[in-house]
């Protein structure tokens, strides 16, 4: 029988011949085996062209430019083919487009170039005779096969071992082989029948079997999906039993690790972890949302792109939330328009009402979404019907933040006109309206959807479905304009503490899923970490190179990710975090 590795590259190979890229590449991302072995550099190079990182690998293979002589143009022009093809199969930016033509110019031979040109007058890349099974996936998997035909005349740097094994084929015509060999003996005979009733014995599960019991025996009678989203036996993230207490937040914020950092041509403005911890997702001003595992985060501090949605939006993404189940996830964007993806069934719908660029959208539960933006309205979405049900009306200027309590029983807004306004559905009126002295750009609740999840997931491991109690019960803390972090009692409408670590504007502030830290960031380029309890700053994180806009806790583990102008997302954990975390699942 064929070892593990090797069945599953027959499977790769397989998939290859019958031109299932797409399949192909989701299965090497799945198992971290690929098609054939390659060294560690081209493995990299690899890496960049399937997740189509085109600029990240041409700036990988800048230095082989010497070496390769005149080919290091037939690379540069692979690259820059596959980056054209996938801009025309989009509705591309007219200037980018013709930027990278004249790019292309450069390079191609005039027949070339005129061939290239030629695709613009198609409707669509397949209908050209020689693209008609072209995919984005199979494009690159094309052009990384051409550059790396070229590169491995550069020696064992660029070696690649071609899989020589069985292939299934091969294997299925030994199997025919042998059953037709078989077939016809006694004891074939036998066995057929011993099996068959075996199968019909054991197809059936016991008349008296009853699911309940089970249910009864676990003591989760009363866990809700949203709950049961939480506590997943596949997730990587699950914690044993006897360690989920004391690995929770139990660590001391004063020595930060960035342990993975994702790159983009343009600044990140949003991000959001899913309930489960397992994903988290960005969107780019490039128009992208894209989906991340942080398994490979936790297993090889790499960040790892499951998915992306080239052109999600027709302008830049600034807003992003993901819903408890994790099945969908709402965008909003300077386009006016909020989209809900659908993560399981890879579709989306277009929200169309907002008369201006949306900045914030959050999901107040599974079934209902609120946006809001430069309109100064707050629109609430049927997620079923797709249809806005209610207008909360009373900000004058534009919002910058929505934040809903963990149990949803009453959100929060803020923005331009210098107000927190506390809303309560039922009655479509703000309960409360807080006037500041500086615009406030967030808003974060200590009662959070995150810091609700982490409490029941805390309840259901201690066997317990108590109310969930935190630290910081009852308070807001919010993001102002002039730097100024403030936290608030929300019932008694106060301030109750006036934190200044920040030189410039602070853009975002979160309460971690404890009640206990608050993260803030600013266009001062710093990540500042405060601790509520012992009422001081334990650190500043300076790795950022230009203005940090976002910032998120990980729902269950003490890790951040941070969002910027530099145009890269980083996540950051306390200092051997990650050694310990793995040592103890």
Same mark, same amino acid.
């Given at each position: 029988?064929?070892?593990?590795?090797?069945?599953?590259?027959?499977? +790769?190979? @397989? $998939? /290859?011949? &019958?031109k #299932?890229?797409?399949?192909?590449?989701?299965? *090497?991302?799945?198992? =971290?085996?690929?098609?054939?072995?390659?060294?560690?550099? +081209?493995? @990299? $190079? /690899?890496? &960049?062209? #399937?997740?189509?990182?085109?600029?990240?690998? *041409?700036?990988?293979? =800048?230095?082989?430019?010497?070496?390769?002589?005149?080919?290091?143009?037939?690379?540069?022009?692979?690259?820059?083919?596959?980056?054209?093809?996938?801009?025309?199969?989009?509705?591309?930016?007219?200037?980018?487009?013709?930027?990278?033509?004249?790019?292309?110019?450069?390079?191609?031979?005039?027949?070339?170039?005129?061939?290239?040109?030629?695709?613009l007058?198609?409707?669509?890349?397949?209908?050209?005779?020689?693209?008609?099974?072209?995919?984005?996936?199979?494009?690159?998997?094309?052009c990384?096969?051409?550059?790396?035909?070229i590169?491995?005349?550069?020696?064992?740097?660029?070696?690649?071992?071609?899989?020589?094994?069985?292939?299934?084929?091969?294997?299925?015509?030994?199997?025919?082989?042998?059953?037709?060999?078989?077939?016809?003996?006694?004891?074939?005979?036998?066995?057929?029948s011993?099996?068959?009733?075996?199968?019909?014995?054991?197809?059936?599960?016991?008349?008296?079997?009853?699911?309940?019991?089970?249910?009864?025996?676990?003591?989760?009678?009363?866990?809700?999906?949203n709950?049961?989203?939480?506590?997943?036996?596949?997730?990587?993230?699950?914690?044993?039993h006897?360690s989920?207490q004391?690995?929770?937040?139990?660590?001391?914020?004063?020595?930060?690790?960035?342990?993975?950092?994702?790159?983009?041509?343009?600044?990140?403005?949003?991000?959001?972890?899913?309930s489960?911890?397992?994903?988290?997702?960005?969107?780019?001003?490039?128009?992208?949302?894209?989906?991340?595992?942080?398994?490979?985060?936790?297993?090889?501090?790499?960040?790892?792109?499951?998915?992306?949605?080239q052109?999600?939006?027709?302008?830049?993404?600034?807003?992003?939330?993901?819903?408890?189940?994790?099945?969908l996830?709402?965008?909003?964007?300077?386009?006016?328009?909020?989209?809900?993806?659908n993560v399981?069934?890879?579709?989306?719908v277009?929200?169309?009402?907002?008369?201006?660029?949306?900045?914030?959208?959050?999901?107040?539960d599974?079934?209902r979404?609120?946006?809001?933006?430069?309109?100064?309205?707050?629109?609430?979405?049927?997620?079923?019907?797709?249809?806005?049900?209610?207008?909360?009306?009373?900000?004058?200027?534009?919002?910058?933040?929505?934040q809903?309590?963990?149990?949803?029983?009453?959100?929060?807004?803020c923005g331009?006109?210098?107000?927190l306004?506390?809303?309560?559905?039922?009655?479509?009126k703000?309960?409360?309206?807080?006037?500041?002295?500086t615009?406030?750009?967030?808003?974060?609740?200590?009662?959070?959807?995150?810091?609700?999840?982490?409490?029941?997931?805390?309840?259901?491991?201690?066997?317990?479905r108590?109310a969930?109690?935190?630290?910081?019960?009852?308070?807001?803390?919010?993001?102002?304009?002039?730097?100024?972090?403030?936290?608030?009692?929300?019932?008694?409408q106060?301030?109750?503490?006036t934190?200044?670590?920040?030189?410039?504007?602070?853009?975002?502030?979160?309460?971690?899923?404890?009640?206990?830290?608050?993260?803030?960031?600013?266009?001062?380029?710093?990540?500042?970490?405060?601790?509520?309890?012992?009422?001081?700053?334990i650190?500043?994180?300076?790795?950022?190179?230009?203005?940090?806009?976002?910032?998120?806790?990980?729902?269950?583990?003490?890790f951040?990710?941070?969002t910027?102008a530099?145009?890269?997302?980083?996540?950051f954990?306390?200092?051997?975090?990650?050694v310990?975390?793995?040592?103890?699942?």
């Amino acid at each position: 029988m064929p070892q593990t590795q090797q069945l599953l590259q027959m499977i +790769l190979i @397989f $998939l /290859r011949d &019958q031109k #299932l890229f797409k399949s192909l590449l989701h299965l *090497e991302l799945e198992t =971290q085996i690929s098609i054939d072995t390659y060294t560690r550099e +081209l493995q @990299f $190079l /690899r890496q &960049q062209i #399937l997740e189509g990182n085109f600029i990240g690998a *041409e700036q990988y293979l =800048q230095p082989l430019k010497t070496r390769l002589n005149d080919q290091f143009s037939y690379v540069l022009l692979e690259l820059k083919k596959q980056q054209y093809f996938e801009l025309i199969n989009t509705k591309p930016d007219v200037e980018i487009l013709i930027a990278l033509l004249r790019q292309i110019e450069q390079l191609a031979p005039p027949e070339i170039y005129k061939n290239l040109c030629y695709f613009l007058t198609l409707s669509c890349i397949r209908d050209h005779s020689e693209f008609s099974d072209w995919s984005v996936e199979k494009g690159r998997f094309d052009c990384f096969e051409g550059i790396a035909s070229i590169l491995k005349n550069l020696g064992k740097t660029f070696r690649i071992e071609k899989y020589n094994g069985n292939t299934l084929q091969q294997l299925y015509e030994k199997v025919e082989e042998e059953e037709d060999n078989n077939k016809n003996s006694k004891f074939y005979q036998k066995k057929k029948s011993e099996l068959q009733m075996q199968q019909s014995s054991s197809s059936q599960l016991p008349t008296d079997f009853d699911k309940n019991i089970i249910i009864e025996k676990l003591h989760i009678s009363d866990i809700n999906e949203n709950d049961q989203s939480l506590i997943q036996k596949e997730s990587i993230l699950n914690a044993t039993h006897s360690s989920i207490q004391s690995q929770l937040f139990n660590y001391k914020f004063v020595e930060m690790d960035q342990v993975a950092t994702l790159s983009d041509i343009h600044p990140i403005r949003a991000a959001a972890f899913s309930s489960d911890g397992e994903m988290f997702a960005i969107g780019t001003n490039s128009k992208s949302l894209r989906i991340f595992s942080m398994k490979s985060v936790l297993q090889e501090s790499q960040v790892v792109m499951q998915l992306e949605k080239q052109n999600h939006h027709q302008g830049s993404i600034y807003c992003i939330d993901w819903s408890r189940s994790g099945r969908l996830i709402g965008t909003g964007s300077n386009d006016k328009i909020v989209k809900l993806y659908n993560v399981e069934e890879d579709t989306d719908v277009s929200l169309i009402g907002h008369r201006g660029l949306v900045r914030s959208v959050c999901f107040s539960d599974e079934n209902r979404l609120m946006s809001a933006g430069q309109d100064a309205v707050i629109k609430i979405w049927d997620v079923e019907t797709q249809k806005c049900i209610r207008n909360l009306e009373g900000h004058t200027q534009t919002i910058y933040c929505l934040q809903t309590a963990g149990d949803g029983s009453y959100q929060v807004s803020c923005g331009m006109d210098r107000t927190l306004r506390i809303w309560d559905q039922r009655t479509n009126k703000a309960q409360g309206v807080m006037t500041m002295q500086t615009e406030i750009n967030y808003v974060s609740l200590s009662e959070s959807t995150t810091n609700y999840n982490l409490q029941n997931l805390q309840n259901l491991v201690k066997g317990s479905r108590k109310a969930p109690q935190f630290s910081s019960q009852g308070l807001a803390v919010l993001a102002h304009a002039d730097g100024v972090v403030s936290v608030w009692n929300i019932q008694q409408q106060k301030c109750i503490k006036t934190l200044k670590h920040h030189t410039m504007d602070c853009r975002c502030v979160e309460f971690d899923p404890t009640g206990r830290y608050i993260c803030s960031v600013s266009f001062d380029s710093t990540i500042a970490l405060y601790d509520w309890e012992q009422q001081k700053l334990i650190t500043q994180i300076t790795d950022h190179e230009d203005r940090v806009v976002l910032c998120k806790w990980h729902p269950f583990y003490p890790f951040i990710l941070s969002t910027s102008a530099d145009c890269t997302g980083r996540i950051f954990a306390p200092h051997g975090f990650l050694v310990q975390l793995m040592k103890s699942l």
